[in-house]
């Protein structure tokens, strides 16, 4: 199927331990996202990818490591997960950067819990 | 840096219009953008507006941009159930990095 998926949909972890955030789109777009969605916060942006193997970071990127090995695939790592890391996690895809009004897509979200 | 505000929620009744808006820091934003996101899901764009325009319309969708004030506004006109959504807007096309930049959201309550 076309579009951008997310595994898992819902995650819980302990503390302390590492988990991977998969997302893989079909479009072959070259920028890739992700986004955390907290509560009074919106969507920060976490890391970007502007082709394989060139990631940057966003926003909030501390406790998160990401690869990008394929155009498709966009892994997002928490090396040691702690509870301020619970939070849904959306990746998306854009064709561009963010400006030239192209439309970025959304995954479905993983919401990660971490006890 | 780049900030973008919206107020948390408004709530209207079905077939009235309602009003969502947003304020933004950077000047140099060259579009701006508006995201809906239904329960459970993912966020898909609504419309955008590139920075020389006043306004854009589409079907029951209004934007109007305030340069001079920073000021962004969706107009949904005759409101329905289905529009019960978080609504995002967004810029980009300023600072060094050109990357979306997200409001907090907007949760839209519509009462039938």
């Known amino acids: 199927d076309a579009g951008i998926t997310q595994s898992p949909r819902y995650k819980i972890t302990e503390t302390g331990r590492q988990v991977t955030l998969m997302c893989h789109q079909t479009w072959s777009h070259s920028y890739m996202f992700w986004y955390r969605q907290d509560l009074g916060h919106g969507l920060r942006l976490i890391y970007y990818?502007?082709?394989?193997?060139?990631?940057d970071k966003g926003e909030v990127p501390d406790g998160y490591v990401v690869s990008r090995s394929k155009t498709e695939n966009f892994p997002l790592t928490l090396e040691s997960a702690t509870r301020s890391q619970t939070s849904v996690y959306f990746c998306?895809?854009?064709?561009?950067?963010?400006?030239?009004?192209?439309?970025?897509?959304f995954g479905q979200g993983t919401r990660l819990t971490v006890v | 840096g780049e900030d973008v505000e919206q107020s948390l929620f408004l709530s209207v009744r079905e077939g009235d219009s309602s009003v969502i808006n947003c304020t933004y820091t950077?000047?140099?934003?060259?579009?701006l953008y508006w995201y809906k996101q239904e329960p459970g899901a993912g966020l898909q764009l609504l419309t955008y507006i590139f920075s020389n325009m006043d306004m854009k319309q589409d079907q029951r969708l209004t934007v109007l941009l305030n340069k001079k004030d920073k000021h962004l506004s969706l107009r949904i006109a005759d409101t329905q159930t289905g529009d019960s959504a978080i609504y995002f807007c967004a810029e980009s096309g300023g600072g060094a990095t050109n990357k979306l930049i997200f409001g907090t959201g907007t949760l839209l309550a519509v009462q039938p």
């Open positions: 998306a895809s854009s064709e561009s950067l963010g400006g030239g009004g192209t439309e970025a897509f």
């Open positions: 990818s502007a082709a394989a193997d060139i990631t």
């Open positions: 950077d000047s140099s934003s060259t579009y």
